[in-house]
């Protein structure tokens, strides 16, 4: 807890490691936002300063206030991010698992389109200069390079980032200033007055406009998700120096389309961004715009592995394989999700080409995924018996500014926003069917009064006529209290095949709403004979089930509340310990005739993702040359009557 303690104080190294982590997405913006803002369309006075008005609101109204003032408050334990967030309010309100996996989904979704828009604008500063450069292989070879590295873990390069991000933004801010002075006019932009003549002048369509300037704030869910690495104090300061260096350099873009005032550029090769940096330092420019595309991309990713490992563990995702490549709290590497990115956003790059056809498809998801968070933390704010007219007012202004920048993005929807909303429905449908499928089944897992079992437990435990299972023989049991127990498990025991064993276990693993708790509590059902254990770990935690089951029965060794010697004779005068042996028992579906048409086919799709997906025992990190895996019917129906009649010889 020291270290999550660290994290929330005020310090300048978490202020420069918030830069490095945090910004990436939002920082790299100004690459292509006026581009998109202006278009192919004449420049004109209403256009270019409505356009930075616009800017300026939507970054104060939807980045500050929302996000750095209000989100940033709903902290689970000092972690952020939306499925932390959900953790908080699930109680309360079932319905709630829905907004949380679609803001889930889209976010991932998010994490597909993001590298290769940032990086592509970057390289694309190269063409002016270099005419006949291809930039889709180059920007492929960086990603490619960039999701190889993603195995040896983040925090070596992780240092780097934040003295980087601090040039980049002291870069856009210095820039912005150079031309400021040139038309210093053009602090009127502020007002937002330009944006509401710029939205309701009838010239141009507000949707699209709004579209492309939503584009400035997309990485404003990614500030909220990193809460936990850099700290609330750290992310509202640095968030300030941000802030002032990003509008900066809008206003400089502005004061440079100005006095192209009338015209029509082609922005793709006179990039405003490229446009306002000295011919000298143009090449270095591109060198730090394509670093910082490169740590926005590397932060959207660590932000997705973040995402599907807290989704596995609150069941809304199959059982995948994570790894810790660091000491670093937090650093975890995602191998299934990351080669599935990599491939995305190769794609991504192959299908549009280039970073104006890639803004079509960026930006809807995201709106998605805000509005998500934006009913998440209305149910936060009630449970904080926050005023229910400040909740409501909370809920209207952000609702009606998402659902506006929704329909503006809807707009791209036939450019390529079909693409990320394709993306979202497929994570989605496999979030929805891992979700669902478990409801289902724990429909049909039968509970049984575990203390009608003690005696016939302690008898089989020494009855010498049955041959020995193992010494200690240990169940994952899901059952919630201790006095119950599935029926499967006293089947396995006494029936399937009478397993004799000299201490029998029952561990059950509960995954709790605080993110890095790890606690557990035993019960001794029948001494030295039936033990359970209790393990309360956070949706953070790591569930290494062999590791810690090991730990808890040392210290009851230690502490002489089991014996765990071995009981066969020549083995026992020695102090051998006994061996253990962990049994999984998997349900396997058998006749579903009482399951609805849609409940079939979630079971169905369920199989086929439970296949691909990490097993039982791999995912509680059991030794497996200690586990037997039983496969037992999920008995959905009951056998149907049968008819049959006996005849006699003769």
């Known amino acids: 807890m020291s270290q999550h303690k660290d994290l929330q104080k005020l310090t300048a190294a978490g202020l420069l490691i918030s830069l490095g982590i945090i910004y990436g997405d939002i920082g790299t913006s100004p690459l292509y936002v006026f581009k998109a803002i202006v278009g192919s369309q004449h420049i004109t006075d209403t256009l270019v300063l409505g356009g930075v008005s616009c800017i300026v609101w939507t970054l104060t109204l939807q980045t500050t206030l929302k996000y750095v003032v209000i989100t940033l408050r709903a902290d689970n334990k000092g972690e952020g991010g939306i499925f932390s967030l959900f953790s908080l309010v699930r109680r309360k309100a079932k319905w709630l698992i829905i907004p949380a996996i679609v803001g889930g989904c889209a976010l991932l ?34 990603i490619g390079a960039l ?50 003549k710029l939205l309701t002048s009838g010239e141009y369509h507000a949707f699209i406009i709004l579209g492309a300037v939503f584009l400035c704030t997309t990485g404003a869910e990614a500030l909220y998700s990193d809460l936990g690495h850099c700290g609330r104090k750290n992310i509202q300061i640095s968030w300030v120096y941000v802030k002032s260096c990003l509008i900066l350099n809008y206003l400089g873009q502005a004061v440079w389309l100005l006095q192209r005032g009338g015209q029509v550029l082609n922005l793709n090769l006179q990039n405003p961004f490229y446009k306002i940096m000295p011919e000298w330092f143009l090449i270095f420019g591109i060198g730090i715009a394509t670093v910082a595309a490169i740590i926005a991309s590397q932060a959207l990713i660590s932000g997705s592995f973040t995402l599907i490992a807290e989704a596995v563990r609150l069941n809304l995702w199959p059982k995948v394989k994570i790894h810790y490549p ?26 549009f080409k280039h970073s104006d056809r890639m803004e079509a498809a960026y930006g809807l998801s995201i709106t998605v995924a805000m509005l998500m968070t934006t009913i998440l933390v209305s149910r936060f704010l009630r449970r904080k018996k926050v005023p229910n007219y400040i909740v409501n007012t909370f809920l209207v202004i952000y609702i009606l500014i998402e659902g506006t920048f929704l329909y503006g993005n809807l707009n791209k929807f036939v450019d390529g926003g079909w693409f990320t909303l394709s993306i979202g429905a497929i994570l989605f449908s496999v979030m929805w069917t891992w979700h669902t499928a478990r409801k289902i089944r724990n429909r049909y897992v039968k509970f049984v009064e575990i203390d009608d079992y003690y005696n016939i437990i302690k008898e089989l435990s020494d009855d010498d006529t049955v041959p020995k299972y193992a010494s200690q023989l240990v169940y994952l049991t899901s059952a919630n209290f201790n006095s119950e127990v599935e029926s499967k498990i006293i089947y396995s025991i006494l029936q399937k095949q009478p397993k004799r064993a000299d201490v029998y276990w029952l561990v059950h693993v509960d995954v709790v709403d605080e993110p890095y708790k790890k606690e557990y509590e035993v019960d001794v059902l029948v001494p030295n004979k039936l033990i359970r254990i209790d393990f309360k770990l956070g949706f953070r935690i790591e569930q290494q089930i062999n590791l810690l089951f090991r730990r808890v029965v040392e210290d009851l060794v230690k502490n002489g509340e089991v014996d765990i010697t071995s009981k066969y004779e020549s083995l026992h005068k020695h102090k051998i310990v006994g061996d253990f042996r962990f049994v999984v028992i998997e349900k396997v579906l058998s006749r579903s005739h009482n399951l609805t048409f849609y409940e079939k086919a979630i079971m169905a799709f369920y199989g086929y993702l439970k296949k691909i997906s990490l097993s039982e025992e791999r995912g509680f990190g059991l030794d497996l040359s200690f586990v037997t895996i039983e496969k037992v019917p999920l008995m959905l129906a009951a056998p149907e009557s049968v008819e049959i009649t006996r005849i006699y010889p003769g």
């Open 147 to 196: 999701f190889i590295i993603q195995q040896f873990g983040s925090s070596t390069v992780g240092k780097a980032f934040g003295p980087i991000m601090f040039i980049w933004f002291t870069m856009m801010g210095v820039l912005g200033v150079t031309y400021i002075v040139q038309d210093p006019t053009v602090i009127r932009a502020l007002n937002p007055y330009y944006a509401i």
């Open 109 to 142: 979704a998010d994490g597909i389109i993001t590298p290769p828009i940032t990086i592509s604008s970057a390289i694309e500063g190269l063409v002016p200069q270099f005419p006949h450069l291809h930039t889709v292989p180059v920007v492929i070879a960086i």
């Open 326 to 351: 660091s000491e670093q709290k937090g650093q975890l590497y995602v191998s299934s999700v990351n080669w599935l990115l990599c491939a995305g956003c190769i794609g991504v790059v192959m299908l």
